[in-house]
């Protein structure tokens, strides 16, 4: 069927591909970036802690032995927001020598000669930089020696350093603490090398009162009762970790218990949540089976726990040894939580547990490379989700959340995976989506060209080498050229080190019974006029409608590629299976043949024809009535990826159309398109359907609702009344729909209910969802009362914050909730601390899509925020200048697709 050799990868340059892109280093602790020097390095830590929730503070000490690799009169270590009582030194066996190196792992402490005696330190604080400099008298040889400190700091109320948690149980409100110490946190609980290339070992103790349950990344070594109604528990030593990855949970704590080769695993959970952990211990001991059998590295730690925190922070911490989420994210009621609940709990879960191997038993050398960590991590934990759970297609869903991540990849204020960084500020900032997906989709497009089991035994060689140690990503590649002996530097280097997309050009003739398609690639982008001419080494796919599998492969740089493919008049789609990240555009006769046949190719090809026929749309290449008039051919499918894909973007339009004359229009043939296809799935739920069944049944629904349909508005108030009475009535994925749509349409008694039940709910899913709901209040004075929530103190600091961001995003309130912020943004930063607060900020204005806000913002940013601050901001503001780009588009030419709608 083609003239050249079937599903092979072309050779279309010699295998000395020409290379320009400079390449990093491998791992050097010399040579890698940071503020601290590098003639002092920790070995070990013997730390002691002491919470008193009661003053909001903690006292603390420790023991640091370091190893002087050069004579220094000062030694320097992190130190942020903490007073540092004294400082003292000593030398084992008088400094004269260095001990033998100690494996990484090692469980031995070198004791302390008694013989030697502690010498004060000078102080000297650098806040700037957040460090403290240690003099001493006489200049430290090269050698052992151990460094003495006693400290004390605040609890914080925002989810960075030791922070405490309020939380509402069934026998009353509670506290707890626990810690965050990623990025840069850790020094604001004990003064340390606070660097992720700076690895130790850490032994720690905590005293706590009694009927206090403290976690940490081992196993208690022991506990022992003091005076004054407390106890003093001793943890096991760590292996060699960075500071980061410590962690202490202190609070009124209860578990259960399982085991999964060989290790111990438990899920911790605040008082009545036993049932709901279930979940996650069965993810756990499935996921630890799967992981060890992959890496082919046994999980080195004694124990694996998971720990559910009730607020305070959001999202999880991959902890080695003891992984901390929000609750909402990982526990888990079948009676009432919904697939996406299920789905996502286990992708989670996945992901963090990902991190034990890919961020903790090896880690990035510094955080210019933490798509090391994080992008793997999304791949490695996508991938373990797909896999034991073949018939979620998770793979599938996830795939829809490239049109968000292309449109922020292909704006000018984009970056590359890899880039520089060295404040606070900028490393809080790589913790975005060019980190976590558009790693992992490059890493799912790696693996495919390299085959999976080649890729497989490069990351288990890479795994075994660099074990307690650190990385950079060129240490990845060599072990993955080794085994796959392809030049996958070369081939790399330009997906992680420079910004930015391809689109792939294609163009077709017909010659007799063969088409002859040209494939020529260039840079995608948006509002981007100046921007550089980049290329990449593209693996493209090539696929015909009505079959299985790929019918070519070619590998595409910088010169076009001719394909004689003899498959008569059949359509021809590239990126077969979406799993290149790239985006395709289309000539007209191609076009016009995958538009006929589109429904055709398989699921995954579906997702992603939708997602580049949207492309062209933003891009100008086809009109928004072009992209609307492929929807009908779905009316009879139920694939849940493609009528999310699809939903999701018929959503994008009507948003962008609020406020214009023809969004009734617009909403009117919505609905006459969508009513029908919900009429055939039924609004109720039907015994034995499957899951994604059930959950497109509510995607139907919420956009019905949310586009006005009255018999969706009718239902969904019954439901409210009888679930105000009998909460089981409404359950799985109906539940947070039907919410919603009641707070969009709500009255004031409606909005009261919906805040007494948010009040009154003790999980902080079951809370969450409520103020969804009440974010989403179509009432102008009622989305005054919800914002003023974010400061009231009712609920938990990062569900407060979140009320700004989710009022902004419905559009029609969004100028409110910018008021609101450029008059609150001070108490609104305190609420979260730590270093996403660029990020937070940008969120605030996410319903704008006008210019001026976008120049508005920026101008805000700058008056008001370190310069730090600025390279987020442009962000967001290119994501606004891309709505009014976008809404100019869909005004021009929404009126010929309403036009039969409107001559009724």
């Known amino acids: 069927m083609m003239k050249l050799l079937r599903c092979q990868w072309l050779r279309v340059v010699c295998f000395l591909w020409s290379f320009s892109i400079l390449a990093e280093e491998p791992f050097s602790f010399e040579k890698t970036p940071g503020k601290l020097p590098k003639t002092v390095v920790p070995r070990h830590y013997e730390l002691a802690l002491k919470p008193d929730l009661e003053s909001m503070s903690f006292t603390g000490s420790e023991v640091i032995e370091i190893e002087v690799l050069e004579p220094v009169s000062e030694v320097v270590l992190n130190s942020h927001n903490l007073t540092i009582a004294t400082a003292h030194s000593r030398s084992e066996a008088n400094g004269t020598a260095a001990s033998t190196p100690r494996r990484p792992d090692s469980q031995a402490v070198v004791p302390l000669s008694s013989s030697v005696r502690w010498e004060e330190m000078s102080l000297s604080m650098d806040v700037t930089n957040q460090c403290v400099r240690l003099r001493s008298a006489t200049a430290l040889v090269p050698g052992l020696h151990y460094l003495r400190l006693n400290f004390s700091g605040k609890i914080s109320t925002s989810p960075v350093g030791m922070f405490l948690i309020k939380y509402k149980s069934p026998s009353g409100p509670k506290k707890m603490i626990a810690t965050q110490f990623e990025a840069t946190d850790a020094r604001q609980v004990f003064p340390c090398f606070d660097e992720p290339a700076f690895r130790a070992t850490f032994s720690l103790t905590v005293e706590v009162p009694l009927g206090i349950t403290p976690v940490s990344n081992m196993p208690v070594a022991r506990s022992v009762i003091s005076a004054q109604a407390s106890k003093k528990v001793s943890f096991l030593k760590t292996p060699s970790m960075p500071t980061y990855l410590l962690v202490l949970v202190v609070g ?10 060989g290790i111990d695993t438990r899920v911790w959970f605040t008082e009545g949540k036993r049932q709901q952990a279930l979940y996650a211990l069965k993810n756990s001991e499935r996921l630890l089976a799967y992981y060890q059998k992959y890496f082919g590295v046994a999980f080195p730690l004694p124990k694996l726990d998971h720990i559910a925190l009730p607020g305070g922070f959001g999202g999880a911490m991959e902890h080695w040894g003891a992984i901390t989420y929000n609750e909402s994210t990982v526990l888990f009621d079948p009676a009432v939580n919904s697939q996406d609940n299920k789905e996502r709990s286990f992708a989670i879960m996945a992901h963090e547990m990902a991190h034990q191997w890919f961020g903790n038993l090896v880690t990035m050398a510094w955080w210019d490379n933490l798509w090391l960590n994080e992008g793997f991590a999304s791949w490695m934990g996508t991938k373990a989700t797909d896999f034991l759970n073949p018939s979620w297609n998770h793979w599938l869903r996830v795939d829809t959340g490239k049109v968000g991540l292309m449109v922020l990849d292909a704006q000018k204020s984009t970056h590359p995976i890899q880039r520089p960084v060295m404040s606070e500020s900028q490393i809080g900032d790589s913790f975005d989506g060019i980190t976590y997906q558009k790693g992992m989709f490059f890493i799912r497009m790696l693996e495919d060209y390299l085959g999976e089991q080649k890729f497989q035994q490069g990351l288990q060689s890479y795994m075994k080498r660099h074990a307690f140690g650190n990385t950079t990503t060129s240490d990845l590649w060599i072990e993955l050229a080794k085994s796959s002996q392809q030049p996958v530097t070369q081939f790399a280097a330009g ?3 420079q910004p930015g997309l391809p689109v792939i050009l294609a163009s077709s003739t017909d010659v007799g019974r063969e088409q002859v398609i040209v494939l020529r690639q260039e840079r995608f982008t948006l509002l981007d006029p100046k921007a550089d001419p980049l290329r ?10 009505g079959s299985k599998g790929v019918l070519a492969k070619v590998l595409l740089e910088d010169a076009p590629i001719t394909l004689k493919l003899g498959v008569g008049d059949q359509a021809i789609k590239l990126n077969a299976g979406s799993r290149g990240y790239y985006r395709t555009a289309y000539d007209k006769p191609m076009f016009e043949r995958l538009r006929r046949s589109w429904t055709k190719f398989p699921e995954s090809d579906q ?8 492309a062209m749309v933003e891009t100008e290449r086809l009109r928004v009535s072009d992209y609307l008039d492929l929807i009908p051919a779905l009316r009879k499918g139920t694939s849940l990826a493609v009528w999310e894909q699809a939903l999701g973007s018929l959503g994008t339009i009507d948003a962008l159309l609020e406020g214009h004359q023809f969004q009734s229009h617009y909403r009117r ?7 029908p296809v919900l009429a055939e799935i039924g609004v109720q739920t039907k015994a034995g359907e499957s899951p994604q069944q059930e959950l497109l049944r509510a995607h139907l629904i919420g956009l019905l609702g949310a586009f006005g349909s009255p018999e969706i508005l009718a239902e969904a108030r019954r439901r409210f009344a009888v679930y105000l009475n009998d909460p089981s009535s409404l359950t799985g994925a109906l539940r947070p729909t039907m919410l919603r749509i009641v707070g969009q349409y709500a009255s004031n008694t409606d909005y009261a209910k919906l805040l007494g039940l948010a009040r ?6 079951e809370s969450g969802m409520l103020l969804s709901a009440l974010a989403g209040a179509s009432q102008l004075d009622l989305a005054g009362q919800t914002l003023a929530l974010s400061l009231a103190g009712d609920f938990s600091p990062i569900q407060s914050a979140r009320l700004v961001s989710a009022i902004s995003a419905t559009g029609r309130h969004a100028p409110l909730a910018w008021d609101f912020m450029k008059q609150h943004h001070r108490e609104l930063m305190q609420l979260l601390g730590g270093p996403f607060i660029n990020m937070y900020a940008g969120t605030t204005v996410a319903g704008f899509s006008d210019e001026i806000h976008a120049t508005e913002y920026v101008e805000f940013i700058k008056a008001n925020y370190p310069p730090d601050a600025l390279a987020k901001a442009e962000e967001a503001a290119d994501r606004i200048r891309y709505k009014a780009h976008l809404k100019r588009l869909i005004s021009s030419s929404i009126q010929r697709w309403i036009e039969p709608l409107q001559t009724r």
Not at 607 to 614: K, P, Q, R, T, Y
Not at 670 to 675: F, G
């Open 536 to 545: 990449w080494k593209i693996p493209a796919t090539v696929a015909v409608a």
């Open 495 to 497: 997906w992680t080190e």
């Open 252 to 261: 009124e704590l209860d578990y259960i218990a399982g085991r999964a080769g």
């Open 607 to 614: 997702v992603n024809f939708l997602s580049d026929a949207w």
């Open 669 to 675: 043939r919505i609905l006459s398109l969508l009513q």
């Open 760 to 765: 009154a709910a003790v999980l902080e899913e």
